[in-house]
C-alpha cells in the first residue's frame, strides 16, 4: 500500500480548469496503478480515470473522455488529473487511489489505497 494525499481541488466557473495532483509515500508506488475517483453529494463513488504503472495506459469514464487527462512521474511519486471544460456536474470530493496491481483499472474493488479527497466544486 501507498500513501496519498491530494491537493488543488477549489472553486472553479463551469468552463474553467483545474488540475489535482496526488503525493504518495511507499515503496511501492512505481509499480502499481493510480486512478481518480470522485464522490458527489448523495451519490456513490465513481470511477474518474485510471493511469498503469508505467503511464503507458489511460483509461476514462465516459463522462469525462477528451475532458480530463491523468498522467504520473514515478520519480516525484506523483499522480495528476488536468480537469478542462469542467461542468457543474463535474462537482464533488475527488479521491487518488492505488490499485492493488500494474494496470489501469476502473472499479473501486480493485484499489487499496485511498487519499482523504479534495473537494472540487464547479458553479454554473
Known amino acids: 500500500q501507498v500513501q496519498l494525499v491530494e491537493s488543488g481541488g477549489g472553486l472553479v466557473q463551469a468552463g474553467g480548469s483545474l488540475r489535482l495532483s496526488c503525493a504518495a509515500s511507499g515503496r511501492t508506488f512505481s509499480r502499481i496503478g493510480m486512478g481518480w475517483f470522485r464522490q458527489a453529494p448523495g451519490k456513490e463513488r465513481e470511477f474518474v480515470a485510471a493511469?498503469?504503472?508505467?503511464?503507458?495506459?489511460?483509461y476514462y469514464a465516459d463522462s469525462v473522455k477528451g475532458r480530463f487527462t491523468i498522467s504520473r512521474e514515478n520519480g516525484k511519486k506523483t499522480v495528476w488529473l488536468q480537469m478542462n471544460s469542467l461542468k457543474p456536474e463535474d462537482t464533488g470530493v475527488y479521491y487518488c487511489?492505488?490499485?492493488?496491481?500494474?494496470?489501469?483499472?476502473?472499479?473501486?474493488?480493485?484499489?487499496?489505497?485511498w487519499g482523504q479527497g479534495t473537494q472540487v466544486t464547479v458553479s454554473s
Open positions: 487511489a492505488g490499485a492493488r496491481s500494474p494496470q489501469a483499472v476502473g472499479h473501486a474493488y480493485e484499489y487499496d489505497s
Open positions: 493511469i498503469s504503472f508505467s503511464g503507458g495506459s489511460t
